[in-house]
């Protein structure tokens, strides 16, 4: 197996390893192309999972809300509460 150099790179908050290509034959091709095509899964997948976080937080903040909202208009409507005697 071929002795394959790496790349370490700082991309935001997540480190990059990519392998630098150096294939001398076609099988070393194919296994920079795998790895490489493994790397950027991971990185969609790691990627997509963050995106949609994100958008259930934004939901759940939406709904909050309107939640609130909703309890103040309510609140509204009851009126003003009579103490007890």
Known sequence: MADHRTDVREDSEMAVTVATPDPK???ELTQYVTVLLQQMQERFQTIHFIYLNCCVLDEMGT????LERNIADLMTQAGPEEPDK
């Open 25 to 27: 034959n076609v099988q």
């Open 63 to 66: 709904r909050i809300d309107d």
